[in-house]
């Protein structure tokens, strides 16, 4: 199957291999389905609410098999893979060894829609980021959608808008490295990168390659395109000097030519109007003003007012699972971080906190250096509770740096945490890995957090 030219691309009646079955790859499925390709979708693992929905997929007419792939998921004419998939997975290899052109969902997604695309992607700060962003653009100028890696595949939004089209479309997409993994055609009208710190080394092997993913979101912009960067970050400040597209910094430290600048009071515009006062901010952290730059100057290149962007931020106060304070318990409280995946969000979290934090840390490794914690924690953290898969690699890193104790439950870590805790203290959920050992994404650990909690409360 050709797919060079992404204005000649049919699917008609293609065998069409979507492989994983998350949110991307059930997405994926019917939107091809749509497009009139025969889908199959293969999956290695199983589970009960996957052979759930598997029986709604198969009642739609689409072949699914779960636990494992067999040798049917060759015989097709397209790939479409899950971001949970390696490129240098075995079986990826072997189907580009049989020709058979391997896309990501994001990049299948983009073919059938012409709408401006607004990709975000860094190391931390993508979900608070695209969730700002989001709320500057709602005006009557513009219809925007927030898919991607903040939880609604982007195939779900291109079907849903071909059944329904809706006028002025602006897609707000979180885009993750792995996301990008497979690109071809993508192409956002704004890419916006917040940051690069060490993360996904259990994916990558170098930190080069982990940047490299990231920066194939500009492969295909031209000079009618943008991109925004955070010129305080010593990566992204080197990396956009011989581009096509438009480049527009941002940054804490007010050097450089910006479209808003900060000082000690508040933000402003290039003709030094006031945007918003500082203490008029919804979102506290000094991290959150560097997303609400990056937001803000994406919403003006969309052509949105200052008042509707001063309006965001001064209403905005977060997303679950970052930073999330989930309640107060006999004068402790409770904060929900799942969304932290790795150390450097770990930091930020720490760096957000003046009183005494029991820190639970854990899940599984993504090649972290929890050694790099210790000049946050000091003088802070009163105790550690590490659990999980990556348990006893924290204890080693710590070393005896600070008070720490492994179990294997996120469970045992809360219960742990709330005999210790005292009135004043916080009790932490910031992981600084993934999730994958005991749950089924962050989003599920957050929320397990959460219902652990109520029981608590209830007990």
Request: aromatic share 6%; glycine share 6%; charged share 20%.
């Amino acid at each position: 199957m050709d797919i060079s030219n992404k204005n000649s691309i049919n699917i008609q009646d293609a065998k069409t291999t979507v492989i994983g079955f998350g949110r991307s790859g059930e997405g994926a499925s019917r939107l091809a389905q749509h497009f009139g390709a025969s889908v199959f979708i293969s999956d290695g693992k199983t589970d009960t609410k996957m052979k759930s929905r598997a029986q709604q997929l198969e009642a739609e007419g689409i072949d699914v098999e779960l636990g494992g792939h067999s040798d049917q998921i060759y015989d097709a004419e397209l790939w479409i893979i899950s971001p949970g998939i390696a490129q240098d997975s075995p079986i990826v290899i072997e189907a580009k060894s049989k020709h058979i052109p391997v896309v990501s969902e994001i990049e299948f997604a983009s073919w059938f829609t012409q709408a401006p695309i607004i990709g975000v992607t860094g190391s931390n700060g993508k979900t608070t980021t695209v969730n700002i962003l989001y709320e500057m653009c709602k005006t009557d100028r513009l219809s925007p959608a927030l898919a991607g890696n903040v939880g609604t595949a982007f195939s779900d939004t291109v079907l849903n808008d071909v059944i329904n089209p809706p006028s002025n479309r602006v897609y707000v997409l979180e885009i993750s490295s792995f996301q990008m993994e497979q690109i071809i055609h993508f192409k956002p009208f704004i890419s916006v990168f917040l940051n690069i710190t060490p993360d996904h080394l259990d994916r990558y092997p170098t930190l080069d390659e982990y940047i490299q993913a990231k920066l194939n979101m500009i492969n295909n912009q031209d000079e009618n395109d943008h991109i925004i960067y955070n010129e305080d970050d010593p990566i992204l400040c080197k990396k956009f000097n011989v581009v096509l597209p438009d480049r527009h910094a941002f940054s804490l430290a007010g050097t450089g030519e910006t479209m808003f600048t900060m000082n000690a009071t508040k933000i402003y515009d290039e003709a030094h109007a006031t945007l918003i006062q500082l203490d008029q901010l919804a979102l506290p952290g000094r991290h959150n003003l560097a997303n609400a730059l990056a937001a803000a100057t994406a919403a003006r290149l969309m052509g949105v007012p200052n008042s509707r962007i001063t309006q965001a931020m001064s209403s905005f106060t977060g997303v679950p699972h970052r930073l999330e304070r989930v309640m107060e318990l006999n004068g402790v409280t409770y904060y929900n971080d799942s969304k932290a995946t790795n150390v450097d969000a770990v930091k930020v979290a720490l760096d957000s906190f003046e009183n005494d934090i029991h820190l639970i840390l854990g899940g599984k490794d993504k090649g972290g250096e929890f050694s790099q914690l210790l000049p946050h924690a000091q003088n802070k953290v009163k105790e550690i509770v590490a659990y999980g898969q990556a348990a006893e690699m924290i204890s080693t890193a710590l070393g005896d740096a600070v008070k720490l104790e492994c179990v294997s439950s996120l469970r045992d870590a809360i219960e742990i945490c709330h005999l210790r805790a005292v009135s004043g203290d916080i009790v932490l959920l910031s992981p600084g890995c993934a999730s994958f050992d005991q749950f089924n994404n962050f989003e599920e650990r957050g929320d397990t957090f959460k219902s652990i909690l109520t029981e608590m409360v209830a007990s």
